[in-house]
């Protein structure tokens, strides 16, 4: 089993900028597609981005294309995700998650295909 955690949520202004981390352990996710997906109170968990294994396709929703950056660093067994020009309507718990057995360019974009999950970290982002 892989365990994640997240890390570097906060407060910050509008037009800030935050980075986010999403550390593993108990496996290597070294061939774990990875993605992080976003939820805010009354709504559904909506996917943000995501990262294949092999670290060579990442793909975005359209709401934070251009804003945000998901990389990885498998030598650390971490995910990142950089989030610059922040809004109001990013404030959300942000939620780290991992899936293996994919190629190493799939990227997953649903909820349902990621067993693992980490706890969250909040995002809030004040006008």
């Known amino acids: 089993q892989v365990q994640l955690v997240e890390s570097g949520g906060g407060l910050v202004q509008a037009g800030g900028s935050l980075s986010l981390s999403c550390a593993a352990s108990?496996?290597?996710?070294?061939?774990?597609?990875m993605g992080w997906f976003r939820q805010a109170p009354g709504k559904e968990r909506e996917f943000v981005a995501a990262?294949?294994?092999?670290?060579?396709?990442?793909y975005y929703a359209d709401s934070v294309k251009g804003r945000f950056t998901i990389s990885r660093d498998n030598a650390r067994n971490t995910v990142y995700l950089q989030m610059n020009s922040l809004k109001p309507e990013d404030t959300a718990g942000y939620y780290c998650?991992?899936?293996?057995?994919?190629?190493?360019?799939?990227?997953?974009?649903?909820?349902?295909?990621?067993?693992?999950w980490g706890q969250g970290t909040q995002v809030t982002v004040s006008s």
């Open positions: 998650a991992a899936a293996t057995g994919v190629g190493p360019g799939t990227f997953l974009v649903f909820p349902y295909d990621y067993p693992y």
């Open positions: 108990g496996r290597t996710i070294s061939t774990y597609a």
């Open positions: 990262i294949s294994w092999s670290g060579g396709n990442t």
